[in-house]
């Protein structure tokens, strides 16, 4: 079997113009029916499908945390390696100077080959062709545990991270409450015994302490670093 | 006909799950079933269908001028705008405090209240039903010039504007090469009597000239402005 035609079975969509996944593949050094409208297209493609598919599978989570999710699926190292997984450099087709250079190992150049092929199977085949191959490429990698650290809110971190350390759980006190009813707005302080306390303003009074809680775990590991 | 009949009127889409679309309309400070997911899923929608339009029909624009033509036509303010003109406001659902602060009017809530009626129409009647929306109230405005003054070329926007004041043309000169074959680097100059030249490198000859005009136009539009 020819690399073209694993390609398209590893992607799990099959081009009906061979033409069209060709230019998908073609970096600018090879030529001008190059790939980079098709990635244009298809990065688009993609920032959609997936946003789809979180906010179907994650049903409680925020949009910020959704797009967070979304930011670490999408971005240039998460494609590189599954344009790595699917063999996508043996289908590349490079200008000479990057064939010499090594081009076909650059993360940037798969991921926008990737991404390429996506716009190009959206034009192929319709926005179900292009969900085909994020399903099949993507799908896999959204698991419970993509959130990960960063997503957990910051005041659990914090008290986890002091918990670590054998401290004392920190202390959150309302410092202030400024502006009219409609707008008001909260100022939250943080303390833990032996730093130096942090404080945050917000709309909300959660999410005031939740930033407070943020710096005072950004000033924590520094410490702890330096 | 109510205002929740005449919108759907004027976005093009009817709603088989009116609550989804009362979902859509509802600003975070009125209740929990509001609209940010949903604004999450319709943005993305938005940027893959205009990214779409855009694609077919400028087929000879490059991927960085249908980017730059995207973000004019989804950014808050277009949006807004198109929301002002369906009366979008007045089927928004905000909480107290936004409706005495004039929360309607603000074009944030507005755009933000545009794009979640793409994602629940999106959710509601799937790609076709998003698509449907944009073609009805984005589509109009992606006319041919759109790209407008900025996406011409710089050395052609130097030269109007040194003839507009009547002075000599620029000249371009190539005053580097760097690199080996498959990694050229050019370095341009960008000369205009009177004013201190202008240099920038590129791996395209042509493209370091466009920079230099670029910063060119930059520092004589900064001096006429002085």
Redesign the interface.
């Known amino acids: 079997m020819d690399a073209l035609e694993s390609l398209q079975q590893s992607v799990g969509y099959h081009f009906r113009e061979q033409p069209l996944l060709l230019q998908a593949l073609t970096h600018r050094s090879a030529g001008a029916r190059h790939n980079?409208?098709l990635?244009?297209?298809g990065?688009?493609?993609l920032?959609?499908v997936?946003?789809?598919k979180l906010?179907a599978r994650f049903p409680k989570v925020?949009?910020g945390d959704?797009?967070r999710m979304r930011a670490r699926l999408v971005r240039e190292e998460t494609l590189a390696e599954i344009a790595g997984k699917i063999a996508l450099a043996d289908s590349l087709i490079l200008?000479?100077?990057?064939i010499?250079?090594g081009g076909a190992r650059r993360d940037s150049i798969r991921a926008d080959a990737l991404e390429a092929v996506i716009g190009a199977a959206?034009l192929d085949g319709g926005?179900s062709a292009a969900e085909r191959i994020v399903a099949q490429l993507v799908e896999p990698l959204m698991t419970d545990d993509l959130g990960g650290e960063e997503l957990r809110d910051p005041k659990t971190r914090l008290q986890e991270f002091l918990q670590g350390q054998g401290r004392p759980v920190p202390v959150y006190t309302l410092v202030a409450e400024k502006g009219q009813?409609?707008?008001r707005r909260f100022v939250a302080r943080c303390s833990v015994p032996g730093a130096e306390a942090t404080e945050a303003e917000d709309g909300s009074r959660r999410k005031a302490e939740q930033q407070a809680a943020a710096l005072m775990l950004v000033q924590l590991q520094v410490a702890v670093r330096g």
Do not use: T
């Open positions: 980079e409208r990635e244009f297209l990065d688009a493609a920032n959609f997936v946003a789809a906010f925020s949009e959704l797009s200008g000479p100077g990057e010499r250079s959206f926005f009813a409609h707008e």
